[in-house]
Structures are given as structure tokens and as C-alpha cells.
């Protein structure tokens, strides 16, 4: 089947479809060309259906979350891409007396909004992810984390589709092979339908004062009110701090065309206006370039990059 035979089915299952669809207006760099296709599945049963239909027919696709740790080329693209934006289910359960709290979410839920949903019922462990932009999906993708905080403390079991078979299986939280900012999802054709979270009953002025704390840190320490896609490289070892190394070289500031490295947190890089895909690849390769020569470290980017 080709892709137009294949939004015919998908529009009959009630998929939104849109076509040549700009993916700077799906990711929080505001960088990004044309896919010929984009899928927004309604509902989980019609996001399989959608995997299904795209690795029969061998087209290439590629999912997107809250798009808030990509960084994508600005000419077109020969892939597709789903969202999971509309699916945003969410089941809760009380359990041992009301001393923990289960919760169920599709991916397509923004961790933010599970942070405070779990917080505002007195339940502690997602305080760290208040500010974490993106959806659950992606932070299962990327081990989440900030803070001391990271998304594998809570998460007790994840339901997947496995393009390899086809099939719906449930993985525990160990056969996630969760590491810092790595999880199962990056090196395998598994894709998460949604997961189960678990919380224990905390302090509610507690869980209130950290949430404060951490908000206004991130809203004092990172550009969060610039277009970026979070930390642009990982911390090498967990005692060398990107931000730290790159302020030594003098480089809070530094611009390639619109791409800059934020003044207030060198380990962003900003979209000044109208950064272009090859001048934030530009600065990256610098910024690489000097902390080899300076610190002998090798730097690796955090985000996805699409092109
Ligand atoms: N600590 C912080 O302050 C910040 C952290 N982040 C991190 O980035 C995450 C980004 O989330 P989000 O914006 O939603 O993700 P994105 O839309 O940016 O997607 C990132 C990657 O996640 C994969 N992905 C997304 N949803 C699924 C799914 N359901 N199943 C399998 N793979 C999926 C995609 O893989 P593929 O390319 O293979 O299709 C994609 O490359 C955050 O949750 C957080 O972990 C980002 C910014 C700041
Ligand atoms: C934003 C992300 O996550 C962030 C997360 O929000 C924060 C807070 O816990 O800790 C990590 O940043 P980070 O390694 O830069 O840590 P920060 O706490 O911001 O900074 C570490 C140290 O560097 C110093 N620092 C930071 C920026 C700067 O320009 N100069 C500087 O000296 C800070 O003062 C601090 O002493 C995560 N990044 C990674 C790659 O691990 C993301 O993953 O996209």
C-alpha cells in the first residue's frame, strides 16, 4: 500500500492527518523542514494501527513527544512522524491504605502535568520532574531526570509495541535497561504505549517546598524562556559539568548566526530568532572542538537529531 492508500485507512480509524506539515511548529528549537506526512493517532488502539500499517508498507516514520529534545534539519524530510499529543489518558489507583498511588499514563501525557497531579494528592517522588518539559513517552525515552531525581526511580512497568513481532508485551522496570539518559527505547524497535508509575504517600508541605525550589532554580538557571531543547550535550562523567567548562572558555554568548550559547546557562544553546539546523550543528561541532583541546573530554549531544 502506498501512503496515500494508507491515510485513507487511518482517517477511517479516526487518525488526524496533516499533510506537509512544518516541524518547527512541533519542537520547542522552532527548527525544523517539511514531513510529507504527520499522524496524530486519537487513541492508543489507532497509534498501533498506525505502527502497524507504517512497518508493513516499509515507510519510514519517526515519533514525536512534546518535540523538547530534538533538534531537526530545517530541509525536508523523507520520514513521517506520529504524535502522541492526543494520547493523554491517565488511571489512577490507591493501594496499601492509601499509602501509595498508582498511576497508569499514555505516553503522550506531559510529565509536568503527572508531577503535579501525583503532588497535589500528597504523593512524593515526581517533585524533580515539575519543570521537565515533554511527555512521559519521551521521558521514558531519554531516562529523564534533574535534580537527583530520574524517571527509572518510579516507573514499575511499561506496556510497548515491538515492531519486530508486531505484538503488545509488557516490560518491567529492570527490562527497561534504564542508565543516565538511556533506556531500552533508544536501541530497539520497541515504542512505549504507556507505563505504570508508583508513588509513596508523602508530606504535602514538603512535596510543595521542593517543587518551589526547583522551579524557581530552573526559571533562575536555565533559558527556559528561549527556544532550546534542554541540555545540548550530557554531562561526560557525572563530576564534569558542561555549563562550568564551557563558561571557562569565555563562550556564554558566543553566536553562529542565531544559534548562541545562553548567557545565563552555557550548557544550551538558544535560538536567537531565525537559527538555522546548520548553525546550531555548527556550534555544537565548536564547542566539541574546544572542550577536546582544553579538557580532553569527549562531549556527546543529548538531544535527538533528525535529518
Ligand atoms: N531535564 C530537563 O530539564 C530536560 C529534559 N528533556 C528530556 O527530553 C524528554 C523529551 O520528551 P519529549 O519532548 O516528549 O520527546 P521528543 O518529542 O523530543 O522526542 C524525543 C525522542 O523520544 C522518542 N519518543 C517519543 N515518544 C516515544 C514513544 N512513545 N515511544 C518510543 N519513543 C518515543 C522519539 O524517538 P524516535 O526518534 O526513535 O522516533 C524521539 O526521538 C523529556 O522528557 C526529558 O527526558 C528535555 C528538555 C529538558
Ligand atoms: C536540562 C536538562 O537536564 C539538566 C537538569 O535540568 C539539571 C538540573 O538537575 O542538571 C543537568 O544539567 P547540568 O549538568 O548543566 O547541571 P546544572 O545543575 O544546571 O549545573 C551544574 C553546575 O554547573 C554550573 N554552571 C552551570 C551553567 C553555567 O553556565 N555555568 C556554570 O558554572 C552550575 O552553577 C552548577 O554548579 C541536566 N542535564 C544533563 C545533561 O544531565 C536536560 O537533560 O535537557
Known amino acids: 500500500m502506498d501512503l496515500e492508500g494508507i491515510c485513507k485507512e487511518l482517517y477511517i480509524l479516526g487518525c488526524e492527518i496533516r499533510k506537509d506539515e512544518y516541524l518547527k511548529n512541533h519542537t520547542s528549537f522552532r527548527i525544523g523542514g517539511k514531513t510529507p506526512y504527520m499522524f496524530f493517532p486519537?487513541?492508543?488502539?489507532?497509534?498501533?494501527?498506525?505502527?502497524?500499517?507504517?512497518?508493513?508498507?516499509?515507510?519510514?516514520?519517526?515519533?514525536?513527544?512534546?518535540?523538547?529534545?530534538?533538534?531537526?534539519?530545517?530541509?525536508?524530510v523523507d520520514f513521517v512522524v506520529l504524535s502522541t499529543k492526543y494520547l493523554t489518558g491517565i488511571k489512577e489507583e490507591f493501594l496499601s491504605d492509601r499509602q501509595k498511588l498508582l498511576v497508569e499514563t499514555e505516553c503522550g501525557v506531559y510529565l509536568a502535568s503527572l508531577s503535579y497531579l501525583v503532588?497535589?494528592?500528597?504523593?512524593?517522588?515526581?517533585?524533580?520532574?515539575?519543570?521537565?518539559?515533554?511527555?512521559?513517552g519521551g521521558a521514558l525515552y531519554m531516562n529523564a531526570g534533574a535534580y537527583d531525581g530520574e524517571i527509572k526511580n518510579i516507573v514499575l512497568e511499561a506496556e510497548v509495541f515491538d515492531l519486530s513481532d508486531m505484538k503488545v508485551k509488557k516490560f518491567r522496570n529492570e527490562e527497561l535497561e534504564f542508565s543516565y539518559r538511556k533506556s531500552i527505547f533508544q536501541d530497539s524497535p520497541l515504542i512505549l504505549l504507556s507505563s505504570k508509575q508508583v508513588f509513596n504517600k508523602g508530606n504535602v508541605y514538603e512535596i510543595k517546598r521542593k517543587i518551589e525550589e526547583f522551579s524557581s532554580k530552573r526559571l533562575n538557571k536555565q533559558p527556559i524562556e528561549m527556544p532550546c531543547a534542554g541540555s545540548i550535550f550530557k554531562r561526560p562523567k557525572p563530576d564534569f559539568y558542561v555549563g562550568t567548562a564551557i563558561e571557562s572558555l569565555g563562550l556564554k554568548g558566543y553566536s553562529i548566526g542565531d544559534a548562541q550559547i545562553s548567557s545565563k546557562h552555557a550548557g544550551f544553546i538558544i535560538n536567537k530568532g531565525n537559527a538555522t539546523f546548520n548553525q546550531v550543528m555548527a556550534l555544537i561541532d565548536y564547542v566539541k572542538k574546544t572542550i577536546k583541546e582544553k579538557y580532553q573530554v569527549d562531549l556527546t549531544v543529548e538531544p535527538e537529531i533528525w535529518k
Open 42 to 76: 486519537k487513541t492508543k488502539n489507532v497509534f498501533v494501527e498506525t505502527l502497524i500499517l507504517l512497518k508493513r508498507n516499509n515507510i519510514p516514520f519517526k515519533i514525536i513527544g512534546g518535540g523538547t529534545n530534538l533538534i531537526v534539519t530545517d530541509y525536508d
Open 119 to 136: 503532588s497535589e494528592r500528597g504523593y512524593s517522588g515526581l517533585e524533580f520532574a515539575c519543570g521537565i518539559p515533554g511527555t512521559v
